[in-house]
């Protein structure tokens, strides 16, 4: 009775003459006498055999769920869904089996042509203490003038990728798409899909008659995504992008270049990743794999998804479902797996995937438990708040009931968790450590995926990490509670982790959370007294306006004066208020300096603890500022600061350049320059080239305190030949060295750039040449180049070393 009002999601059949049947099947058993029990009709739940029923879900069994004879299986499915959540027990439905039928029923057809009143209806699927966040818990629609998500739709060859996109593209009505299909080569999109298009052209957008776009792919990524934001211009609203990939595509470059595109980032965001599997051929398909490099990609489609499709069920019994179902837990344990049949889904399973999102990262770290219902070693995250264990779990075979052979592949696949409570992290020495986990060496393992929801030292929001392979990324979240105990969260997938070497990294960041003995400032209310008392300053945000005037040492100075104004400066909630302080500054002012005297004015991007993380790493560096000189700063001008990326990059390279002890090394931070009239003819003029401004370093001689080299440096871009038909400008990057020849001694030279959004790494071997041709060229889209557009300035750390005085040691795997 409580769940017979319960409405599923609504599901458009194409096939009007099977409706009108069902329809008249349903009339005719009425009429025949039986109305009481066609409205009264019910299916008895139960389990699949293979799964591992957790205790709490047991009690769940042989329970009734009221079955209207409208429903599809899918609506069946989402009802029994509700059931068990109203009892506390979360269930993620992949499939619903009749065992009488010995098959899972079809999702998109009518529930009473699979189960009769009164069968069992059993689960394939997740089970968790504690609902599920629905979508609609999770997300928020999109909103006219939000970013348009973008899905990367990827899977095996005859999987049936293409038959789900033509039900996308040619059946549903309530959502507009465009589909990229990511081609690369001779072969164009299916013609099923651009019946009407011209396929002879290179690149192309085709508006449907329901809004949806196509758009074939034959060069670049990115000119697809430029050419639908131009058609969007004109007056064609999307709700979504889908990239179909080649059947064994990695999806892992198509995932960099949408998350380090600013271009890109400006109008769309990634939604995430969603892998169609077919259930008949899986299995064979896996145990094919040789251990070479389709091996490799075969299993990180399943290892990289945020969702799995599992097309074709109504091809293979029930065994195969759950076995298929099993394997695909072994090497993905928290991806959502939803059952179709001939690529029938719903389209709200390919939008709403929200993996890059913070709120679905916050939430999937308050999961109730790891989806134990099927025994397999999720991500290992116990659910027990107070639980202070590291949690793992690997590969397959955890206390299955059915009885087939784990592949070699499934025990190398694995995953573990670090929980910490009442620990936090250091920012700036995360950071660095997101750097190392990115560049993995191959002996401690393949990262396929990250995630975590750290405490921060200094900060009141907590810290996002996301990683895919060595795609990384970190955001603020929502604020921690007032009573919510602080802690570190944090998941690693992959293949072949080295667990010890990993935590040998990680575990030293941790830091224990000190909870302040003395009470919060609390500001009194006005009227109960006539003047301005010192915690109504620093509650509302006065006290950090005035202190956002003085160099961070004074804060430090003004924080030592009492127990009240430390707090006010170093507590958690002073950051914010410095952010706010500093939303005051006119537009386009710095929001952080660095003097060439040893100034920082940091305390508006970093907490306090951070400032003091950044000096002491600046100092152990042994770093030269090397900045032109102005009228204004007779001695160089200061490092500036936009934002809080600017400076992490910064702090980030002075912690490297602590590890390295080379005392025969002498490192320089300078900055190539071009004047805004310069760079704006550069970019309008297509086919142009550009030179910076020349950079003077003074080198001293460690044997001859009177000797000294004067090395002078230039950058220049110039055009690149492109042989394909993507339309993508060019330009290659060389360095042009001034005055080498006239130098004491022959310098090898790394250049390395400090930038939030990209690394160039430029080795020189000799610096006499007087050009010399780099390896780095770049696309327009670059983030490069969106930064040369936004500030024309190149920012790099030099490091030379004299070629008598031996090799220069590289800071990473990609400078040698």
């Known amino acids: 009775q409580a769940f017979g009002s319960i409405e599923g999601p609504t599901h458009r059949f194409q096939d009007q003459t099977l409706q ?10 009425a009429a025949a006498g039986a109305p009481e029990a066609v409205m009264s009709s019910h299916v008895t739940l139960g389990f699949h055999a293979s799964l591992d029923v957790p205790a709490y879900a047991k009690a769940l069994v042989g329970s009734s769920v009221m079955l ?10 989402s009802a029994v869904e509700r059931f068990c959540a109203t009892r506390g027990v979360g269930v993620r439905i992949t499939a619903l089996v009749n065992p009488v039928r010995g098959a899972a029923a079809v999702p998109h057809e009518q529930a009473t042509l699979h189960f009769h009143s009164g069968d069992r209806a059993l689960v394939v699927g997740d089970f968790q203490q504690g609902a599920w966040p629905s979508p609609q818990d999770a997300f928020k629609p999109r909103e006219p003038g939000s970013l348009v998500p973008i899905t990367i739709f990827t899977g095996f060859l005859g999987a049936g990728k293409t038959t789900v996109l033509n039900y996308l593209l040619l059946h549903q009505r309530e959502k507009k798409f465009a589909v990229i299909e990511n081609e690369f080569g001779a072969v164009p999109i299916d013609n099923e899909l651009l019946a ?8 192309q957008v085709i508006v449907m008659e329901n809004g949806c776009m196509c758009c074939t792919v034959r060069g670049d990524l990115l000119g ?11 007056g064609s609203p999307l709700d979504g992008v889908i990239i179909e990939t080649t059947g064994m595509a990695d999806p892992v470059p198509i995932v960099r270049t949408l998350r ?10 990634l939604d995430g990743t969603i892998t169609l599997v077919d259930t008949k051929t899986i299995l064979n398909r896996l145990s094919e794999c040789a251990g070479g490099k389709e091996d490799q990609e075969r299993h990180r489609q399943i290892s990289f998804a945020d969702k799995i499709l599992l097309n074709k069920l109504d091809l293979v019994d029930q065994e195969q479902v759950a076995e298929v179902w099993h394997r695909i837990r072994s090497y993905n344990a928290t991806a959502p797996v939803v059952g179709t049949v001939k690529g029938i889904v719903d389209s709200s399973e390919l939008t709403n995937i929200g993996a890059f999102d913070t709120e679905s990262i916050v939430l999937e770290t308050k999961v109730h438990g790891h989806g134990g219902g099927h025994g397999h070693g999720g991500h290992g995250d116990c659910g027990d708040d107070d639980c202070q264990e590291d949690h793992g779990g690997g590969g397959h075979g955890q206390g299955h009931a059915h009885g087939h052979e784990s592949s070699r592949h499934d025990n190398e696949i694995g995953s573990f968790s670090i929980v910490r409570q009442a620990h936090e992290v250091e920012p700036l020495a995360f950071a660095r450590w997101i750097r190392i986990i990115a560049t ?3 002996e401690q393992g393949k990262l396929y995926r990250s995630k975590g929801v750290l405490a921060a030292a200094g900060r009141s929001a907590k810290l996002i990490f996301h990683a895919v392979a060595d795609v990384t990324e970190t955001s603020d979240g929502p604020d921690w509670g007032e009573h919510e105990q602080r802690c570190c969260k944090i998941v690693f997938i992959g293949k072949k982790l080295d667990r010890k070497a990993i935590e040998a990294r990680f575990l030293p960041l941790l830091q224990p959370f000190v909870e302040k003995l003395r009470p919060p400032l609390r500001a009194a209310s006005p009227s109960f007294s006539r003047g301005m008392k010192f915690d109504m300053l620093a509650q509302r945000g006065v006290l950090h306006h005035a202190l956002l005037g003085l160099w961070t040492k004074d804060v430090v100075r003004v924080s030592q004066c009492s127990a009240g104004l430390r707090d006010a400066v170093f507590a958690p909630d002073a950051l914010p208020l410095f952010h706010i302080a500093a939303s005051g500054l006119p537009i386009g002012a710095a929001r952080g300096l660095q003097t060439r005297e040893g100034q920082m004015w940091l305390h508006a991007l970093l907490p306090m603890n951070s400032v003091k993380k950044y000096v002491l790493a600046w100092r152990g560096a042994k770093v030269q500022l090397a900045t032109k000189c102005s009228g204004e700063y007779m001695w160089g001008e200061p490092l500036r600061f936009d934002s809080y990326g600017d400076v992490e990059a910064a702090g980030v390279m002075w912690l490297e350049l602590q590890e390295i002890t080379d005392d025969s090394t002498v490192n ?15 970019f309008k003029e297509s086919g142009s080239a550009t030179n910076s401004a020349l950079v003077k370093l003074t080198v001293d001689d460690p044997a001859d305190e009177n000797n000294e080299d004067e090395l002078r440096f230039r950058v220049n871009l110039n055009p690149e030949e492109n042989s394909d038909s993507s339309g993508m400008k060019l330009h290659r990057m060389s360095l042009q060295l001034v005055g080498g020849k006239t130098s004491t001694y022959v310098y090898q030279i790394f250049f390395h750039t400090i930038d939030p959004t990209y690394q160039v790494h430029i080795n020189v071997p000799d610096h006499r040449q007087p050009i010399f041709p780099t390896k780095e060229v770049f696309h327009q889209w670059h983030p490069l180049m969106a930064g040369l557009k936004a500030r024309p300035r190149l920012r790099f750390l030099l490091r030379l070393k004299s070629s008598d005085s031996g090799p220069l040691d590289a800071m990473c795997g990609c400078c040698g």
Do not use: C, H
Not at 68 to 77: G, N
Not at 196 to 202: D, E, F, P, Q, T
Not at 224 to 234: G, L, P, S, V
Not at 668 to 682: G, H, I, L, N, Y
């Open 260 to 269: 380090t595109t600013p271009d890109i980032a400006r109008y769309f965001k």
């Open 668 to 682: 320089f931070v300078t900055e190539f320059t071009w004047r805004p009239e310069t760079m704006q003819s550069f």
């Open 196 to 203: 009407n298009s011209s396929l002879g052209m290179a690149e």
């Open 68 to 77: 209207e004879p409208s429903w599809t299986v899918r609506q069946l499915a």
């Open 224 to 234: 697809a995504f430029d050419a639908i934001r131009k058609q969007m211009e004109t």
């Open 440 to 442: 993995l060496p191959e």
């Open 20 to 29: 009108a049947a069902l329809r008249g099947a349903v009339s005719a058993a």
